[in-house]
């Protein structure tokens, strides 16, 4: 009877060693099955950062007038975590790495722009070119084996020829008490014209006129591309009948353009089109209520002196 406790104690022991090792089994074959599929659960992340860089296909001779701005694209599939370098070959230092710019020109910058998750493409910018800005520019990823991407760039010794424009465009129709917006863009050979005027019916516009009072506002801007070009926009709220008629403007460099605006009534308007689109009336107009009253009293006189003759015959 003393010895029975040692059996229960040997039993259990026992016991629990049987449960314990098919769950130990179990966990190994879990372990082994999920690290053998490791890659698999990585996905796009295990390709990211192990495929070896590719160079997608991109315009690889370039060709710009001087002055103009170049743009020499490079695309990457699979970059990963690796850096893009760009240089000018035969030199050794570099003109840009990832986003920073490191040539001492102000005109040269990067612009990154990733397509998706896989693809980024890196865009070296030369703005306002020269002919020594001609030759091979290497677009190169850090750390790896891949060959460069060449990309060739010619300029132009000469500029590209435009000529002076100007032209207008906005509100033509327009009902009273609404917006009229004009928009004036003018270009001009080797610089944007330094100033664009307006006028009105022959006469100049300025914004301090009584006439156009807390109503007139007009804005000038150079947009950056291409860089030659002003426009100018003239903008009228609560338009009035007297703002219709011909507006004209005019560039510093003696250019003009203009442009008929047409405000619109459109009470009075709908009583002229109805009046218009009624037939013409051919007969003698109504007379007026005196004039019906001594014809009606007329005819009665008459009426009752026939009576009178047809009563006296009659009798006789």
């Known amino acids: 009877m003393k010895s029975s406790p040692c059996w229960i104690y040997r039993i259990i022991k ?63 599939k699979y970059l990963g975590t690796k850096t893009v370098q760009w240089r000018k070959i035969p030199n050794n230092y570099p003109l840009t790495i990832g986003a920073l710019p490191f040539s001492p020109r102000e005109e040269i910058s990067i612009n990154h722009r990733a397509m998706d998750d896989m693809v980024s493409q890196w865009t070296l910018v030369i703005k ?15 750390a790896s084996e891949t060959l460069p991407y060449i990309v060739h760039l010619n300029v132009l010794d000469k500029p590209v020829y435009i000529e002076k424009t100007i032209w207008l465009q906005g509100t033509e129709f327009v009902s009273v008490n609404q917006m009229i917006n004009l928009t004036c863009n003018a270009t001009g050979v080797d610089r944007a014209p330094e100033h664009i005027d307006w006028f009105h019916n022959g006469h100049i516009v300025h914004q301090s006129d009584p006439k156009w009072q807390n109503r007139l506002k007009i804005v000038m801007f150079q947009p950056e591309v291409p860089g030659r070009s002003l426009i100018s926009q003239l903008i009228i709220e609560f338009s009035r009948s007297g703002d219709q008629g011909n507006y004209v403007c005019r560039s510093s460099e003696k250019k003009t353009t203009s442009l008929n605006v047409h405000v619109l009534n459109a009470e009075k308007d709908n009583i002229k089109k109805r009046f218009d689109n009624e037939p013409s009336r051919t007969s003698i107009p109504d007379e007026s209520p005196q004039e019906n009253r001594e014809n009606h009293a007329a005819h009665l006189t008459t009426n009752c002196v026939l009576l009178f003759l047809s009563a006296l015959l009659a009798v006789r």
């Not at 879990?30 to 698999?40: A, F, G, L």
């Open 14 to 76: 026992w016991s629990s060693i049987l449960l314990v090792i098919p769950f130990a089994q179990g966990h190994h074959k879990r372990s082994w099955r999920q690290s053998s599929h490791t890659p698999k659960l990585r996905g796009l992340n295990y390709i990211r950062h192990h495929a070896r860089p590719i160079f997608l296909s991109t315009q690889q001779n370039i060709t710009v007038h001087l002055g103009q701005t170049a743009h020499l694209k490079c695309k990457i």
């Open 128 to 142: 306002g070119t020269s002919t020594a800005d001609t030759g091979s520019y290497e677009c190169k990823v850090s």
